[in-house]
């Protein structure tokens, strides 16, 4: 019997470490340069008094923090974070659900639906937006003249101008645009369900809602999971939809944590505070990702 | 025998001699700008229309080499950006620097500067925004002796720009502004002459009023905003000091919470109900010109940006388009500016300090060209440079139907005004403008969330805590 031992590799291109550690570099460079460094930066302006006009590091121990907890804005902003986050993921759910179901069945032009179905998703999110902000203008949104023709309205609804409609709309437009995301998710867990699962189901006489109750969310549960929180993480961080269509108004009902940063830090020059701001995610956020990573493994093991 | 007709209808005999002389201009348009350029400073022309103001240059006083990087809008006359940068290079290669210029979008224009200035190596060793940017004072180079040699150049300075580029608690001239932009009332005609006020409003009572019954019998809206954005903000401080409120006292204590802003509020909250929609509280920077040239809106606060875009478009609704000056309220009768071009310099070892100081006095030297290429948008800080901005104004000569639709811009420097009146445009100012807690307040209580009272003074404690901690830094009295 012969034993097999470790040898020691002649060159340095033959040893695993080293080429592991040469691999992962870009990636790490990559991480450490462009969210490590600035997250820092964040948590050290955040308990500065910096500005955007001057570079200086002054460090007022939890001043800022306490300034920013003491802004009504900041809480209303808080709070419609979390209703946002919520509400559009609820709704990601339902329709990616559909979707994948939808998707992953035999029909004629099933590649050109799935291509528009991914549309939102690949479209630049400014650029989407904007034609958002057109489609809900006050006075010649489309969605209106249509309302009007069949006779549902009389006058325009103002969607960016009243302040549960534009919540109402931006919830709708960040659906629009996570839903695709998740329903390709759904729809790769969908298709890893084995084939004799289905046609057990089939050959019992279940029809498609059992299907879907019974076998299919059961069975995709981990993987929703996980598309809904890679949405709830998009929905908090991403400050894009309502910058573009609400700027956070009116009376800033459509204000979330990531716009409310910006304007605080950026346009209003308290880069300190609106670091501040940012920071208050963080905490959701670690624990967010920590779920992902639980369920993520919990799926392996699956 | 018929002559041969060539493409468009030409004859040979046309055809050839368009030809040569096209192929002649062609040939000479070239080596005069060349020849200018090297010999006389002058820059290309784009207009070629007549009376079009002539680029003068002088040497500069310094000695300056090496490369200018600008960066600053792209702006809402297209054709001034088309004139500005071959004007800038034109400079440069006479002087012996290399001009590199970058327009971005105007909403950009913060982030990039905050940017840049954080990095400690700025890419750009010239910036321009259309707003003040006093909040950038300790980062900036101090614009004093630019502004001393430019006067005694050009002329005393207009108080209007001195208070947007000066802060009187530190002595400094964080940032140098020779131009600005007027921001008259933009009214239909045909609407207002139903109404009886054919020269349109001339104080916010006549607003009110001839607004709503344009609004009841001719179904169109007013158009001032009450949104977290530019116009909105611009658009509700003159409405504020025309009823005798501000923000700040000229000494820069917080006096918001007044009666007259109370008065303020309740008269928006009317103009609101009886003359508008809830478009106003989804306005943003196009809404007025979207709203305007759409023919959806009786009246709006603009710059004339909007009636140019609707002249340029071919629009019928131009020769319906005329102006007033401020509305007169209880108080007085005046209004922001709409634009207030602050240029600045950081002040890092790397910057051209030099080069962008000297092309400065250039572009304050060429302030007649800037207000012409802008068609009559820009206006001078030194008005000596422009004489014959009143002509223009008197007969405009890009074709307005009447041609004297802009004269009511004669004295505008009579009714314009900082933000910040009546004291100086401050940091903290500049963050209360950022944060839109002014147009906020009024949305409040016109949708019925707060009383007035209760609006003003949730925006007082806001702007007091930003007030208090600008006061801290040192940068306000």
Known sequence: ?????????????????????????????????????????????????????????????????????????????????????????????????????????????????????????????????????????????????????????????????????????????????????????????????????????EVDGAGPWRRLFEINIPLLAPIIAVAVLFGVILSMADMSVIYVLTRGGPTHRTQVLSTWAYFKGIEGGALGQGAAVALFLFPVLVGLTAVILRLARRREVL | MVPRRYPRGFTRREFLYFG???????????????????????????????????????????????????????????????????????????????????HINTAEVPAAIAAEIQSGQPQHDLFQHIAVLSQHEPSVVDMTDLVMEAESRYGTMLDLTRRSSYNPHTEKYYAYAPAWVPDPGDYRKSLWEAVGLPDGPSTYDELLEGGSQIFSDQGVQLGIGMSQEIDSNMALRGLMWSFGASIQDADGQVVINSDETIGAIEYMMDLYSNAMTDEVFAWNAASNNQGLNAGTLSYILNSISAYRTAQDDGLDVADDIYFTPALAGPETAIVASHVMYNWIIPDFESVNVAAAQEFLLHYTENLAPVAWHSKLYDFPAFPDRVPELNNWLDNDPFGSNPPTKLQVLKNSTDWATNIGHPGPANPAVGQVFGESIIPVMFAEAAQGNMTPAEAVADAESKINAIFNDWRGRGLIG
């Open chain 2, 20 to 102: 040569g002389a096209a192929l002649l201009a062609a040939a000479c348009g070239p080596a005069a700008d060349v020849t200018t350029t090297l010999a006389g400073g002058q820059g290309p022309s784009t207009t070629g229309m007549p009376g079009e103001p002539q680029i003068s240059f002088r040497e500069p006083t310094q000695s300056i080499s090496g490369e200018l990087n600008i960066l600053l809008w792209s702006h809402f006359v297209p054709a001034h950006d088309s004139w500005f940068d071959p004007f800038a290079k034109a400079w440069g290669e006479q002087v012996g620097v290399t001009v590199n210029i970058d």
């Open chain 1, 1 to 201: 019997m012969t034993t097999q031992t470790a040898k020691k590799p002649r060159y340095l291109a033959d040893s695993p470490r080293f080429l592991a550690g040469l691999f992962m570099s870009p990636t790490i460079i990559y991480i450490v340069a462009l969210v490590g460094f600035p997250f820092a930066l964040a948590i050290i302006y955040a308990f500065t008094d910096i500005t955007t006009g001057d570079p200086s590091l002054e460090f007022v121990g939890l001043d800022t923090i306490k300034a920013v907890w003491n802004d009504t804005v900041f809480r209303r902003a808080l709070g419609n974070t979390f209703w946002f986050a919520v509400i559009s993921n609820l709704f990601v759910v339902i329709l990616a659900t559909g979707l994948a179901e939808l998707l992953t069945r035999d029909f004629k032009g099933k590649w050109f639906v799935r291509f528009l179905v991914l549309l939102p998703w690949v479209a630049p999110v400014s650029l989407a937006t904007l034609t958002w902000l057109w489609t809900l203008d006050s006075v010649f949104s489309p969605i209106d003249w249509l309302l009007r023709q069949v006779g549902l309205i009389d006058q325009n609804m103002y969607w960016l101008g009243r302040p549960s409609l534009a919540f109402i709309s931006v919830v709708a437009v960040q659906v629009w645009r996570i839903a695709p995301l998740a329903a390709v998710i759904v729809m790769a867990g969908m298709m890893a369900i084995p084939k004799d699962v289905h046609d057990a189901v």
